[in-house]
T-cell receptor, first 111, second 113 residues
């Protein structure tokens, strides 16, 4: 059975801190790894990674994938209170649209 | 371009009843997936439809079913509701059914009493 594990489950940081969120996976026929941010209801897409070692960046957020070790990290630098959210890691696998999610990391950024 | 629309947004049912949730995907998207989200389990995959055909199914009992119409709109049905079915049900659509990028609706919050 496909499995995605995220750590830590939650963390609290101060504004300006840098955080690293972890995601490991075990899936059959890996296609891509995705990061989503969920603030209230609808998760919103952040990154999709398909190749090892290539960093994706968007502002203060960046992510990288290691397909050999089966993990990914999401970095957030200079955190702001608006970064407070649940960050979801997901893996797309198989021939069709099967996307397996981890339980998420709840990030709280305090002023 | 309108996003993914889910109805109803909130509903309360009692044990033993059934419920139908609706999802309208982004125009042009043909893949629709359903997820159940609970605090302890995170997002659990229910099923995925593409061109009116169920392509993937998660590990949920047969009380959970769905369908997709020719206009790509999708419905999911839960029969004989149990307390444990209380959750946020999220629908997601995508254009390319293989790349994994999903666009989520706001969800339907189901409470079973």
């Amino acid at each position: 059975e496909d499995k995605v594990v995220q750590s830590p489950l939650s963390l609290v940081v101060h504004e300006g801190d840098t955080v690293t969120l972890n995601c490991s996976y075990e899936v059959t026929n890996f296609r891509s790894l995705l990061w989503y941010k969920q603030e209230k209801k609808a998760p919103t897409f952040l990154f999709m990674l398909t190749s090892s070692g290539i960093e994706k960046k968007s502002g203060r957020l960046s992510s990288i994938l290691d397909k050999k070790e089966l993990f990914s990290i999401l970095n957030i630098t200079a955190t702001q209170t608006g970064d407070s959210a649940i960050y979801l890691c997901a893996v797309s696998s198989g021939g069709y649209q099967k996307v397996t999610f981890g339980t998420g990391t709840k990030l709280q950024v305090i002023p | 371009k309108a996003g993914v629309t889910q109805t109803p947004r909130y509903l309360i049912k009692t044990r033993g009843q059934q419920v139908t949730l609706s999802c309208s995907p982004i125009s042009g998207h043909r893949s629709v997936s359903w997820y159940q989200q609970t605090p302890g389990q995170g997002l659990q995959f229910l099923f995925e439809y593409f061109s009116e055909t169920q392509r993937n199914k998660g590990n949920f009992p047969g009380r959970f079913s769905g369908r997709q119409f020719s206009n790509s709109r999708s419905e999911m049905n839960v029969s004989t509701l149990e307390l444990g079915d209380s959750a946020l049900y999220l629908c997601a659509s995508s254009f390319d059914r293989k790349d994994g990028e999903l666009f989520f609706g706001e969800g339907s919050r189901l409470t079973v009493l």
